[in-house]
């Protein structure tokens, strides 16, 4: 995935949000900060693996390939994961490179996986069901010195939501509701 930050309004734009949030939290309690986003995924009836996911007024579709007995109409849920982290690596990136005064021209996220499918399948209960390991390749272009994108790496690992959640773990909790 990749970003070009080229356009000074798209650079001012950002700025100000940044600002205008900074301002707003600079004074509110933590209740006040947290923020609640929510997605609904339902098979598409008629399919055996088509999800319809809905994300706020944003709607997609996620499936898996032939190989695993999809119709391959959308990029499977592990991919999704991918790109969740891909693109919360460009967006943390370009926030932070506008807070620190960090001049970027593009970046570029590579994202891959490393997957057992024996653990999903349940063929050896030492292979666990995800990945085994994730691999992020940032390349950045711009003018500064090596040392600053160096810091700015540095604060975008320390800040980026999704890579925060992939590596120190959240507590899911699970309700399920059955009709009859």
């Not at 919360?88 to 506008?98: D, G, L, R």
Request: hydrophobic letters at 40%; a negative charge; aromatic letters at 4%.
């Amino acid at each position: 995935m990749t970003i070009t930050l080229n356009t000074t309004a798209a650079l001012d734009r950002l700025a100000g949000a940044i600002q205008a949030n900074t301002d707003a939290l600079a004074s509110a309690p933590a209740s006040a900060a947290t923020i609640r986003p929510s997605v609904r995924t339902s098979l598409v009836q008629g399919t055996t693996t088509r999800v319809s996911a809905g994300a706020g007024s944003h709607t997609f579709t996620i499936d898996e390939p032939a190989s695993l007995g999809g119709d391959d109409a959308g990029a499977n849920p592990v991919e999704h994961l991918l790109a969740a982290l891909g693109s919360c690596q460009v967006i943390s990136y370009q926030v932070w490179a506008a807070k620190l005064g960090i001049a970027v021209d593009s970046i570029d996220i590579d994202v891959t996986g490393d997957l057992d499918v024996r653990g999903f399948f349940g063929l050896d209960e030492s292979v666990r069901p995800g990945f085994n390991s994730v691999q992020v390749a940032a390349h950045i272009a711009g003018p500064e010195t090596r040392e600053r994108y160096e810091e700015l790496t540095k604060v975008v690992e320390r800040y980026c939501p999704v890579l925060d959640v992939l590596t120190a773990g959240v507590p899911v909790t699970s309700k399920v509701t059955y009709a009859a």
